[in-house]
């Protein structure tokens, strides 16, 4: 994220490659029994159209580059997201917690 303050060409194939990694982990996710609740967090971390994750990357391509201010504000926010999916995983979180 830190190199959002970069031109997004720059970096695409970097995106490029996190974006089907964490493809992979939200398939994976699908793929355990009882695991809707951590499905959902993935769907939600990597939407285009969300302040997470995949809305950081598209913003980031649409305007070229970011400031360090919404950088350093989006990570914490991104953090959260996936220490949630890690605690939904490691059972530290309960499913009725996050919903």
């Known amino acids: 994220m830190d190199n959002a ?4 060409e720059a970096h695409q194939d970097e995106v490029l490659e996190l974006k089907k990694q964490l493809d992979i982990a939200h398939e994976y996710a699908k793929g355990r029994p009882k695991n809707e609740i951590t499905t959902r967090q993935w769907a939600i971390l990597t939407d285009s159209s969300r302040n997470l994750l995949g809305g950081f990357l598209k913003r980031w391509k649409d305007s070229n580059t970011l400031s360090r201010t919404f950088i350093r ?3 914490g926010l991104i953090s959260d997201g ?8 490691s059972g530290k979180i309960k499913p009725s917690d996050v919903e």
């Open 82 to 89: 996936f220490d949630t999916i890690i605690g939904l995983e």
């Open 73 to 75: 504000e989006s990570k």
């Open 5 to 8: 303050v970069e031109p997004f």
